[in-house]
Nanobody
Framework: QLQLVESGGGLVQPGGSLRLACVAS????????VGWFRQAPGKEREGVSC????????KHADSVKGRFTISRDNAKNTVYLQMNSLKPEDTAIYYC?????????????????WGQGTQVTVSS
């Protein structure tokens, strides 16, 4: 069974940090690009970051550039999202998605597998 599981979410104060992890089971994650997305209450889902299958190319939304970093450890079948200098507007459910492409497109990319999400709440 192909599965993605996110972890690492929680409650953090503004200015704090969290590291999310996306672990794959049932397939080899290193064959695919992986994206992180988020959806806040009442808002549409938005793309946050993407990393190519090799890890050589990454993309970040303007809203998180300089604060979030996406990375991958293919030996562990895991992709990470390091989130620093968190703001209340970063509060959302964060999802990871994988495949079928190896690279990250600027827009319109389809994804074949999704995780169930992890809640991130930034509040004092």
């Amino acid at each position: 069974q192909l599965q993605l599981v996110e972890s690492g979410g929680g409650l953090v104060q503004p200015g704090g940090s969290l590291r999310l992890a996306c672990v794959a089971s049932g397939f080899t994650l290193n064959a695919y690009a992986v994206g992180w997305f988020r959806q806040a209450p009442g808002k549409e889902r938005e793309g946050v970051s993407c990393i190519s299958s090799s890890g050589g190319s990454t993309k970040h939304a303007d809203s998180v550039k300089g604060r979030f970093t996406i990375s991958r450890d293919n030996a562990k079948n895991t992709v990470y999202l390091q989130m620093n200098s968190l703001k209340p507007e970063d509060t959302a459910i964060y999802y990871c998605a994988a495949g079928p492409l190896r690279g990250c497109l600027n827009s319109g990319q389809a994804w074949s597998s999704w995780g169930q999400g992890t809640q991130v709440t930034v509040s004092s």
